[in-house]
Structure formats: structure tokens, C-alpha cells
């Protein structure tokens, strides 16, 4: 179940899926995380804004364990996990679609999807999700015999995607999902996240067009060398272009 803790604007009492308080990551002697603390409630899709070095790609390995933080403490659903190694965390609910995609290249479509259900139980709903997928991403249809190394880069992203999502997760972290893709199926990719959202998908996005992310998201936190410079409701920081580039850029007031 939910944590309760407190959102973002320190209120208390209100369900709380993932809570990070007062996160430390370090590689070697430099600090890339500096005691950020975060929440993400049960439905709502947050962003991660930043240029690059900030962080963002950093918190979401932490939260998926494949760094151990040097002090805080991550909780999911009210439980610690920030000890758990990556296979048990991602069965506690939480799939990590990474920047760069990282797919098998040389194994199918149909091949990388049945990757993504590998530590589910429900072996009779991995069909049913596999076809409701590929519903939202045709493209995949029209490709599950192709190996996912000759896909294009798009396509690539969207294969990742279903991949992380063929795990039904209760938390889907997505690194850089726009990168290096076309307008189009940047666009066509928002457009399945959009839905995935309508769906109840709970998302935190690391995104650096941040546009689209404020479009997207519910709240979002924007991050300079490893801090929170600003954070707030999405439609909020929309309209306060000054003090996110501020923030973005790290001029102090």
C-alpha cells in the first residue's frame, strides 16, 4: 500500500508512492546526488528536468539499485528499498526504461517483450498485455519477427517502452525517451504516454525537452548539479518560464 507521507509542498497525510528523503549518491569523491527529497503519488506522472549532469539519469539507477546511495533513504510503497538489489526491486513494482534504450539487438521483437514479463507469476495475463501493447504501438505489430537492433531509432524507443511496461509496474521510470528520435515519433511516443497516464500509469520522466515533459506531467523538480533548484505543479512552472531557466541554468536569486 501507498506510504503516507508528506507531498511535495510538505503536507502530510496524503499516499505517497515512492518518497526520497534526503538522498546522497556519490561516484568516488564527487557528490551527483546532494540530498534531494522527492515524492511521487499513486497515478500522477513527475518530471525530472535538468541539463545534463544534474542528476536526473543518477536517481533513477539509484531508485532502480544499480547504485547505492551514500546516505537517505529510498521508500516504495512504504517500503525501504534503497539496500534491495535491482531483480528485487523490480519486482516490488518499479521498471526502468533506460536512456540509450539498451535493448537486446539481436533478438526479436516478440523475443524482448518476453524479457520484459520475466519476473511476472501471472503467466496467463502476459498475452492479454503483449496484444493491448501492441495495440498502442502498431508499428511493433507490423515488426514482432524483426530483431530489435535493426529497428530505427523510434521504433527502438517504443520497443523499450512496451518492454518496461510488459512488467506491469506500479512505477515506470523513463530515461530520456526523445533522444536522438525524429519530431514525429517523439511526438507519437508523448502521445502513448499520454494514454498510459489517462490508463493510471504512475511515471517519473527524465526529459530534457521540457515542453513536452511540463505537457505531460502532473509536478515536476528541476535540478542543477545534483540539487533541487525548483520544483512545483507542472502548469504552474509552465507559465514561469523566468524562474525555471533560472533554475535550470542556476542562477541564483
Do not use: C
Not at 534531494?36 to 543518477?58: D, F, M, Q, R, Y
Request: charge should be positive; proline fraction near 6%; glycine fraction near 10%.
Amino acid at each position: 500500500m501507498p506510504d503516507a507521507s508528506p507531498n511535495a509542498s510538505g503536507s502530510p497525510g496524503l499516499p505517497v508512492l515512492l518518497a526520497i528523503r534526503d538522498l546522497w549518491v556519490s561516484y568516488g569523491p564527487v557528490a551527483a546526488i546532494r540530498g534531494i527529497s522527492l515524492v511521487v503519488a499513486p497515478g500522477e506522472v513527475v518530471a525530472l528536468l535538468g541539463a545534463n549532469g544534474a542528476g536526473k539519469s543518477t536517481m533513477l539507477r539509484t531508485i532502480s539499485g544499480l547504485i547505492q546511495p551514500r546516505a537517505g533513504e529510498i521508500r516504495f510503497g512504504g517500503q525501504r528499498i534503497d539496500r534491495l538489489a535491482p531483480p528485487r526491486i523490480v519486482r516490488l513494482g518499479i521498471a526502468h526504461s533506460p536512456e540509450g534504450r539498451r535493448l537486446f539487438g539481436m533478438l526479436t521483437v516478440a523475443e524482448n517483450l518476453k524479457l520484459g514479463a520475466a519476473a511476472r507469476a501471472d503467466g496467463s495475463s502476459v498475452a492479454e498485455d503483449r496484444e493491448r501493447l501492441l495495440d498502442l504501438f502498431p508499428i511493433l505489430r507490423e515488426r514482432i519477427g524483426q530483431q530489435a537492433g535493426t529497428l530505427s531509432g523510434g521504433e527502438q524507443q517504443m520497443l523499450a517502452l512496451a518492454r518496461a511496461m510488459m512488467a506491469r509496474p506500479k512505477l515506470l521510470m523513463l530515461d530520456e525517451p526523445s533522444l536522438g528520435i525524429a519530431p514525429i515519433l517523439v511526438q507519437s511516443i508523448f502521445r502513448t504516454l499520454a494514454e498510459l497516464k489517462r490508463l493510471g500509469t504512475t511515471m517519473l520522466l527524465v526529459e530534457q525537452n521540457m515542453s513536452l515533459a511540463l505537457e505531460l506531467a502532473d509536478r515536476a523538480y528541476v535540478l542543477r548539479t545534483g540539487e533541487v533548484r525548483l520544483s512545483g505543479k507542472a502548469q504552474d512552472l509552465k507559465t514561469d518560464v523566468e524562474g525555471v531557466a533560472s533554475a535550470y541554468l542556476g542562477a541564483r536569486s
